[in-house]
């Protein structure tokens, strides 16, 4: 069901000009289509089809690490560890043309991306390999042409670089400490605690699920003087911490006096840092548990989304040799007229809404001499290319008789509603009310018919 409807959308996209159905004075539906449009062969048709990328680990690995990117982070590597791409140095670094240092060529504590292509060409290549300390002097060459700076193009330059350090991605969660765990600075705890002092309950005494980083100096229900003997004690102990209240304790008639409290860590959660792609991370940060879950279901939206691209590219490619085979003998003028008037109306609208200048201005600043060259050479072709979709899609439906029944179309929109209209509309009468059922209709018919086109076809995948 979802994939269906996935595909309509796809049609619906190929068929943007020729599914605003015959509005206008011109009745494609009607009309003897014959006198402008001569159809070519549309069956049997030899297809080269460039197919999407297939699904395979490499493939499911890279939608795995695109997955995670809101959580990538890098940490520092060893000392001795060499730097490759995908690694982030920080570096200073001089640049001399001609023995002179020029403006731009110098930077201190720069981070980058080896193979970024961030810099020129040989910058970050040169520094692979490279460790934390290491000095490189980079003999290299300007591209030219060379935008950012043009006096530069195609100039020899030297840099010298010093490798402050070195690092390597990561990913950044906070993970769950199991109950056992020793907490340490840094981590969140959340406690119960409840204190006397000579004896005696005092304000601020008891506090339920109280959050706070251990090691942190902001201001808590729970004393600073406890909070740090809390660090190294096991999730889920209960500690019994006495200790002198402040002078300026909130509670005035036990400040400065000697209380007892009795802590219990219910929970901690800590800040992890890991370089790999691990079960404990997946079960942190996504509904999966363990890594293989996690590319199994990636795999699982990977093939549904190369199934519908390669049903696009399939599709695409034949409704592309159709109209090249197909011949407009002329252009049915009031259609013609309409459908010009439409592009200059929305052209003319753009430039005002996002643009705020009128068309005149607009075109001008293309590059057109005036409105009638750009109508002639942009509203024009686009008009032309539209009827002709138009005449040759209503062409086939009347050569191949495709047909839709009204229960395939109340399917098709309910499909619609539920996979991308749902949230726009509360009900689905809703729905219903704006929708232009001709327009879906003809993208069900356009799909159905080149299904059956497609089945007559020799595909070559490539």
Sequence with gaps: MKKRTRFAFLAAVLLSALLLSSCGSFNYKTEDLSRYVTLGEYKNLALEVKMPEKVDDEAIEKALETSLTDHATTTAAADDYAAKDGDTVNIDYVGKVDDKEFDGGSAEGQDLVLGSGSYIDGFESGLVGKKKGDKVTLDLKFPDPYQNNPALAGKAVVFDVTVNSVSV???????????GEETKDGDVLT?????TADGKEFEGSKGESVSFTLGSSASSSLPAAVREKLSGVKVGSEQ???????????????????????????KAIRVTVTEEITDALIAAVTEQKTVAEAKESLKKTLQEAYDTNAAKAKYSTLWKAILDKAEVKEYPSS??????????????????????????EYVKQQGYSGL??????????????????????????KEEKWEASD?????????????????????????????????????????????SLLATASVTEK
């Design 191 to 195: 406690v119960d605690f409840n204190a």
């Design 335 to 360: 259609a013609l007229k309409d459908a010009v008037q439409k592009n200059y109306d929305y052209y003319d609208s753009v430039a005002g809404l996002y643009y705020k200048l009128s068309l005149r």
């Design 407 to 451: 229960d395939e179309l109340k399917a098709r929109i309910e499909e619609l509603y539920e996979d991308q209209s749902k949230e726009s509309y509360p009900e689905l009468a809703d729905f219903e009310a704006v929708i232009d059922r001709d327009a879906v209709r003809d993208t069900l018919l356009w799909e159905k018919g080149m299904e």
């Design 169 to 179: 991605p990561a990913y950044e969660y906070d993970a769950e400490l199991a109950e």
């Design 240 to 266: 019994k911490i006495t200790v002198t209240l402040p002078e300026d304790f909130s509670a005035s008639d036990v400040a400065g006096k000697s209380a007892e409290y009795t802590v219990t860590v219910k």
């Design 372 to 397: 009638s060259d750009f109508k002639e050479k942009v509203c024009v072709p686009a008009a032309e290319e539209a009827i002709k979709e138009k005449l040759v899609f209503y062409s086939l439906l």
